[in-house]
């Protein structure tokens, strides 16, 4: 996450706030290797809170995403995160760039590319202005950054040279059904396509979580994209002392206010079920 959205101090604060709780933190232990549900309970525990998030980034497979100079908004806000914390170099970011997405992850990459050095961004997403997920605030601030949006677009290939990114070929879309806006209700218009040239073409269309995760959650019923299945009030999934929340359980996360709450209601629910209520 960029730091000008949620400054790190503050992260770290929050973090030694929670150890003052008498929270133990165990670092670099990958869930999923050596660690599954059944590995966890064998080992006494009694409940299991499983917000390990969608790591794995989204393309929409099409032709040219093995070029150099394609990315996605996780490698991209990944490595710039770490430089600002010194932790890394810095990212390097091309005069221009096409960013892909309409949500406030695509504005945050937009955003950090800016940072970065870009000159020249651009933005496509399948959504009118109106329908963009990201909050108005944030394409206000992209806007005015001197972004341009192509909007009702649906991106068809990145092109090359030599093996590097050129540009992006899209074509303007309609939606099939009103008010449903996802890539399986987009019509593409004939006659409507069009080329942007840029050196750098970032995916921010969203995540999923990673394969291997399904393989530690015997027990656990997981959505179509692989997403655990959750009791939107309590966070319960189908295997007795599981709870899910954040972008990991299906209809969960979306803002980081939103899993919070959704931590925090599934702490109460836990609580319960440890009490045998």
């Known amino acids: 996450m960029p730091t000008h959205r949620i400054p790190q101090d503050l992260v770290v604060a929050e973090i030694e706030y929670v150890k003052s709780l008498g929270v133990k933190i165990k670092t670099s232990s990958t869930f999923g ?20 998030g969608a790591e794995q980034a989204l393309t929409p497979n099409i032709p040219g995403e093995n070029l150099v100079g394609v ?22 970011v ?10 406030s992850v695509a ?8 940072q970065l050095g870009a000159e020249e961004i651009d ?20 806007w005015d ?3 341009r949006f192509h909007t009702r677009s649906m991106p068809i290939e990145i092109t090359g040279y030599r093996g590097r990114v050129t540009g992006l070929k899209a074509v303007r879309i309609r939606w099939r059904e009103p008010d449903k806006f996802v890539p399986e209700n987009a019509e593409r218009i004939a006659g409507t396509g069009y080329w942007l040239p840029g050196e750098m073409v970032i995916f921010a269309i969203g995540a999923k979580p990673a394969p291997r995760l399904a393989d530690a959650l015997v027990g656990v019923k997981l959505d179509d994209a692989g997403r655990v299945i959750v009791d939107p009030e309590t966070g319960a999934t189908s295997r007795p002392g599981v709870f899910a929340g954040g972008d990991v359980a299906s209809d969960g996360g979306t803002t980081i206010v939103k899993s919070v ?6 702490a109460q629910a836990i609580d319960a079920y440890l009490r045998g209520k």
Request: proline share 4%; with cysteine.
């Open 123 to 142: 933005v496509v997403c399948l959504e009118a202005p109106r329908e963009m997920p990201a909050c108005h605030d944030e394409l206000r601030e992209v």
């Open 107 to 114: 504005m945050d990459t937009a955003g950090a590319t800016r």
């Open 145 to 147: 950054q001197g972004a």
């Open 33 to 52: 290797v050596g660690n599954t549900l059944d590995d966890l309970f064998a080992a006494g525990f009694k409940a299991v809170y499983l917000a390990v």
């Open 261 to 266: 709450a959704e931590g925090k209601h599934a």
């Open 71 to 92: 990315t996605t908004w996780k490698d991209l806000l990944g490595r710039f995160a770490r430089y600002n914390l010194g932790e890394g170099k810095k990212p390097h």
């Open 94 to 103: 091309p005069k221009s760039v096409i960013v892909v997405g309409g949500g």
